[in-house]
């Protein structure tokens, strides 16, 4: 006969009754479990990008590439400001895509998909042109990815190493 005491059996059936997807390793420890995006800076509003485990993105240099599996595809045959499109997998990544790889974050509120593409966009003040700011963004370590011609003040940018975890 044997004996289990009763917390040890609660325990086994309080187990949550969703099953989540866990890989094996981390492959993504380098990114951030969380990222708080501010809003409205009057209303003092921000949401929260939480990394959402089982998920990863995979990024195509040609928006053409048939992503067999992905259960989204995001600028699928046309090309942004990145260069990619992308598409999001679920389950374990290959590790042969190590380079082309991110990890998947979820909106807290909505539950709705979001890919990092290593872009971050930038805004001066409506006096203050981007491309005299040129050297003080080198500095810092990104480049220009691209200008906007009808606000001179803004730009995307990409980091310099060209890492995505980097932005």
């Known amino acids: 006969m044997f004996y289990f005491p009763a917390e040890y059996f609660l ?9 989540e997807v866990r890989f094996q390793k981390d492959y993504f420890s380098e990114y951030p479990e969380q990222i708080r995006v501010s809003g ?7 949401v929260s990008y939480t990394r959402k485990p089982g998920y990863y993105a995979v990024h195509y240099n040609q928006p ?12 699928d045959g046309a090309m ?3 260069g990619y499109a ?6 374990e990544p290959n590790q ?4 082309i790889l991110s990890p998947v974050y979820t909106l807290e509120s909505n539950a709705s998909l979001a890919v990092p593409t290593g872009l971050v966009f930038i805004r001066f003040a409506e006096s203050v042109d981007v491309e005299s700011q040129r ?3 080198n ?6 990815a691209e200008s906007l011609s009808y606000a001179p003040h803004t730009a995307w940018l990409r980091a310099k190493s060209g890492n995505i975890v980097d932005a």
């Open 11 to 19: 325990q086994v059936y309080s187990l949550p009754l969703i099953p």
């Open 40 to 46: 409205d800076v009057s209303l003092r509003t921000a």
């Open 64 to 75: 053409s590439t048939v992503a067999i599996g992905a259960i989204l595809r995001l600028n």
């Open 80 to 82: 942004s400001t990145t």
């Open 86 to 91: 992308y598409a999001v997998f679920s389950g």
């Open 96 to 99: 042969s895509e190590r380079g």
């Open 135 to 137: 050297e003080v963004i």
């Open 139 to 144: 500095r810092a370590g990104y480049e220009v």
